[in-house]
């Protein structure tokens, strides 16, 4: 019996620490990071930055894109780098390789945002430990858009809410 406590007690610990698996911290983080700072945002409209954005757009999220390659994407200017960007960011976004996510990490951290969000496929765990001992939250592995749609009701059975498919009869 107090072998399983300790057991549940270590799993408690490792859950509260690692936001990318507990369901109220997600909801948390996506309740309350209402600007988000998409760094690698495409201003292409079938790449993930770009479709995953614009669904956070349209549910009442600021999306602000840093990439220096456009001057503006989705209406919001874009920035070069988060030091540019001249208001507070709650979420760092990052849709850039692995190996790119530490130097945005420490910038993260410098503009004193509140969650660094590493997308699909992207996990540096350097970046998750900086992070966390600077007191951000941190999340890796994860789409904000599928987390959004799943924890807040936006899938549909496709998966994505495209209003091409529905259960309205055409009027």
Not at 111 to 117: E, Q, R, S, T
Not at 126 to 143: D, P, Q, T
Request: proline fraction near 4%; aromatic fraction near 6%.
């Amino acid at each position: 019996m107090e072998r399983g406590r300790e057991i549940l007690g270590r799993k408690d610990r490792l859950r509260k620490k690692n936001h990318m698996d507990d369901i109220s911290s997600l909801r948390q983080i996506l309740k309350s990071c209402r600007t988000v700072a998409v760094v690698g945002l495409s201003a292409e409209w079938h790449r993930p930055s770009f479709f995953a954005a614009k669904y956070m757009q349209e549910h009442g999220y600021r999306i602000i894109p840093v990439n220096p390659k456009y001057p503006e994407i989705l209406g919001e200017k874009s920035y070069a780098s988060l030091l540019d960007i001249p208001h507070a960011v709650d979420m760092v976004d990052v849709f850039r390789k692995q190996e790119d996510v530490m130097p945005i990490a420490e910038q993260a951290v410098k503009v004193g945002a509140k969650c660094l969000w590493q997308q699909l496929g992207v996990m540096n765990q350097e970046a998750h430990a900086l992070a966390e001992s600077k007191g951000m939250l941190s999340v890796m592995n994860r789409c904000v858009k599928i987390e959004h749609a799943r924890l807040f009701g936006g899938l549909n059975w496709a998966g994505v809410n495209t209003k091409v498919i529905s259960a309205k009869r055409p009027a």
